[in-house]
């Protein structure tokens, strides 16, 4: 009995060992250093900048007045858009159009956004070298706000250095962040939207371009660097 119990034991060894080693005969090599999804995005030949680069251009130059988007620019807040949408328009996008979603997103469903990190550097980038910054979004405006608070904190800027946000509404056919731009005196705007860019150009102000997440709430994608602009490397998140 102990000679069958010895064997049985060697037979399972020589399959445990077998299996392991058939493990590791099919474990591929690593052949190339592969290619992540933030590499993907570089592929086409259009004005790719750094946040270096960026910064760079701007030496020598007095403090400026800079404006940025804020939905899919410096936050992914696709979340309190999705539940907008579920909530109160499933079928179609009606829900922009409904005043009680806009009190919701502007007051309590932004503790759901995400803070991009290109907004973040862009922000502080720019807050080292004096710079005031400005923040143009197309959401209607409502009678209460916490969009400020949420930027200024977890953008990381100092309360003394925070303008309250501009909400320039969307009304079709018309860039309402035009007149904002100018009254601010804007040299640079940071934008995903190609109406973003649009209004920069119509004002001669540098328009440059953040990429828009792909699982964005907000579709279908734009093509960015259709115009000729600078595009934000990896500021797709």
Known sequence: MRKVTLAFSAIVLVFGLNSMAQAKMFMPEQVNSGVSVADLAQR???HWVSVGQIKRSLQNQPA?????DIDDTVLFSSPGFYRGKLE???????YL??????EKMNNEWDKFSMPKKIGIELVQMHLKRGDDIYFITGRTKTKTEAV???LQENLH????KMNAVIFAGDEPGKNNKISWMREHKLKIYYGDA????????ALNIRGIRILRASNSSY????KAGRFGEEIVINSEY
């Not at 800027?157 to 003394?160: E, K, M, V």
């Not at 190609?194 to 150009?201: K, S």
Request: glycine letters at 2%.
């Open 97 to 102: 159009k409904n005043p009680v979603f806009w």
């Open 88 to 94: 109160y328009s499933p079928n179609d996008n009606s």
């Open 148 to 150: 400020t608070k949420y």
């Open 157 to 160: 800027i100092p309360a003394d």
């Open 219 to 222: 579709q279908p994608l734009p």
């Open 194 to 201: 190609d109406a973003d860019i649009a209004a920069a150009r």
């Open 44 to 46: 086409h030949a259009v």
């Open 64 to 68: 400026m007045a800079v404006g940025f």
